[in-house]
């Protein structure tokens, strides 16, 4: 595999025509998102797919988000039933993944759906990860683009420090609004549903959106982001840390001051946008082991909290 380092293409019209022909000749490219950044490949490609799971490291049992430009494109590969649309309607473009029934015949590489019966599709809201889908007009499957386990990235200089290989090139789109990866649900028979990763999309902007709460989920891995380990920056992570112990790197919050501060006024929205910026710089740092301030459980708090579980174990 080329060792190159991916090259560095502006988020204008020349950089994002330059992405969509990477992308068409089955290359891969690392595109923004209002969540993270995706490395993205066209999911019709077995070829450029496994691409996806080799420059990760991502095990194959894993299955992957494909993005869309639209509940049209969305209904191509999908079985797309009155809650699903009344889903996209309300919340896309944006943050929330629905795991669907896969279409017979869809154009899906197999290795995107990991074997399972289901797809995870989502509409970005970010406008060049938007531009691009309109321009090329397939899917793209797109997990976050660094290696398996590790801190997802939301500005390009942690891509290119995190794959360093098999990349063709990073579309600059800034650093991310959102800062954590997209809420997941899976839709079930008779308008049932299960949140199988919190995010962005609360649990309780989906119980007011679609009038239930959810069911419990299975045992096994139905979507992205349901590992146990995750999100790690390689040292020992000790969460709820009113303070720092000697040789612990502090992430901060509200009132306990860090090294590194999620948000100073106690913001969870602002919160959510740094911490993977604050895991990096304190897998950066030369303290052995990090320490995180308590964070408030409501609202974007739970998925804040879900992701550092996962960091920690």
């Known amino acids: 595999m080329d060792s190159t380092a991916p090259k560095i293409l502006p988020g204008n019209k020349g950089g994002i025509a330059e ?16 969540t993270v950044y995706g490395l993205a490949a066209r999911a019709d490609s077995e070829q450029a797919v496994a691409q996806i799971f080799r420059a990760k490291g991502r095990p194959s049992f894993n299955p992957l988000i494909v993005h869309v430009s639209s509940p049209a494109m969305a209904e191509r590969i999908a079985e797309v039933d009155e809650q699903a649309k009344s889903l996209m309607a309300q919340l896309w473009p944006g943050p929330l993944t629905l795991v669907l029934p896969l279409k017979p015949g869809a154009a899906i590489a197999p290795a995107v759906s990991a074997g399972l019966p289901t797809i995870a599709l989502r509409m970005p809201a970010h406008p060049v990860a938007r531009a691009v889908l309109s321009q090329l007009d397939l899917p793209l499957a797109a997990p976050s683009a660094n290696r398996s386990t590790a801190i997802s990235p939301t500005a390009p200089v942690h891509v290119a420090t995190s794959l360093d290989s098999g990349v063709a090139a990073i579309l600059d789109g800034g650093i991310c609004e959102r800062g954590l990866e997209s809420t ?8 049932a549903w299960s949140l199988l990763r919190e995010g962005p999309v609360t649990r309780e902007q989906l119980v007011a959106a679609i009038g239930s709460t959810p069911v419990e989920a299975g045992k096994g891995i139905e979507s992205p982001g349901q590992m146990v380990r995750h999100y790690s920056p390689g040292k020992p992570v000790r969460l709820d840390a009113p303070s720092a112990a000697p040789g612990e790197f502090l992430i901060g919050y509200g009132a306990v001051a860090g090294d590194c501060t999620l948000s100073e006024s106690g913001d969870l929205a602002q919160a959510a946008a740094r911490l993977y910026a604050c895991l990096h710089a304190a897998a950066d740092a030369p303290e052995q082991r990090i320490a995180i301030a308590p964070i408030p459980h409501e609202g974007i708090g739970a998925a804040i909290n879900d992701r550092l579980k996962r960091a920690a174990a």
Request: aromatic letters at 0%.
């Open 184 to 191: 997941i649900i899976a839709l079930r028979d008779g308008e």
């Open 19 to 34: 992405a969509v022909a990477l992308l068409r000749a089955h290359q891969l490219v690392a595109l923004p998102t209002e």
